[in-house]
């Protein structure tokens, strides 16, 4: 699998502080045991070296993040109307 490191970059972007710890805690909940640092590698632009599966979940946690913050954002819009 071939990544690039345009498509990484906007990855990392999406992601918060923290990230590869949650990515571990989840893929260890389905089964796979990858360690945090293997997990910031494979999340480096600048490494060539990717895992499909860290991959994918660090997208879905992006995606997830995406949506809370927009969210939230709603929210805040709501609670500034009703002031």
Known sequence: MKISRDSLIELRKKLFRGSPKTIRLRLLAKGTIVSTQYISRCLDPDNKRYSQIIIEEAIMLGEENTNQM??????????????
Do not use: C, H, V, Y
């Not at 927009?70 to 002031?83: C, F, K, Y």
């Open 70 to 83: 927009n969210q939230l954002s709603q929210r805040i819009g709501t609670l500034n109307d009703a002031i």
